[in-house]
């Protein structure tokens, strides 16, 4: 069973240019969910998709991240226009249902530079 | 509100000896407790998980955890360390009745020296 798997694994941008990552969960996993860690810090929520539906967006930073689940199969991730702080790792993870929510599976990560 | 505290950025450890990576948590309800590891340019993978049942849960490539209501703690720890372990070790909580939303504790950088 593949895994979950995110694109690009490192991207590099400037400051106000657009970047989408893309995040594939695990076949059949209903929940989506999109996370970042800025360098030394936790781990930090950004959103929770169930299906193709926003469950969970209070972690979302500002309206230059846009999220998207057409479909209810993969995601993406925008970040329009891009800004310094905006560096990190974004992960996503997938999971079976909701009351399994505490059980994901993370993706590899997307390692974003904002020069 | 849930909340996990990693107190070390780092642990040294030299191979062989037994490790530690320290944990703890504050949450409203029961506590699901998690430890997560990333290798060098790999992403995070499942180490273990407390949800109920006994204190000491054992994990993967020889890992264990110790939950301490009382303490409100569950370290990670290993007998004997590898080289191999060398990796960033993350905690995670959240709780029964709450979104099931981990939260996740800064990280922990373990080094194991040969």
């Known amino acids: 069973e593949a895994g979950v798997t995110q694109f690009p694994s490192h991207s590099v941008i400037e400051k106000g240019q657009t970047v989408t990552l893309r995040c594939d969960p695990i076949s059949g996993h209903d929940n989506l969910y999109w996370y970042r860690r800025v360098m030394g810090k936790e781990i930090k929520f950004l959103l929770h998709?169930?299906?193709?539906?926003?469950?969970?967006e209070s972690g979302m930073p500002n309206n230059r991240f846009l999220a998207e689940r057409t479909g209810g199969t993969y995601s993406t991730l925008k970040v329009q226009p891009a800004e310094l702080e905006d560096s990190g790792v974004y992960f996503c993870?997938?999971?079976?249902?909701?009351?399994?929510?505490?059980?994901?599976?993370f993706g590899p990560g997307t390692r974003l530079t904002v020069t | 509100a849930q909340s996990v505290a990693q107190p070390e950025d780092q642990v040294n450890v030299a191979e062989g000896n037994p490790l530690t990576v320290k944990c703890t948590y504050s949450?409203?309800?029961?506590?699901?407790l998690f430890w997560y590891v990333q290798y060098p340019n790999r992403g995070l993978q499942f180490l273990l998980k407390y949800i109920t049942g006994d204190n000491l849960v054992k994990g993967s490539y020889g890992f264990e955890a110790e939950f301490n209501k009382s303490q409100t703690s569950f370290h990670l720890k290993k007998p004997s360390a590898l080289v191999s372990d060398s990796a960033l070790y993350f905690c995670a909580v959240t709780w029964a009745g709450g979104s099931y939303i981990p939260t996740f504790g800064r990280g922990t950088s373990l080094i194991v020296h040969p």
């Open positions: 993870a997938s999971s079976l249902g909701v009351d399994r929510a505490y059980e994901q599976y």
């Open positions: 949450v409203s309800g029961n506590p699901y």
């Open positions: 998709f169930v299906k193709e539906s926003k469950q969970d």
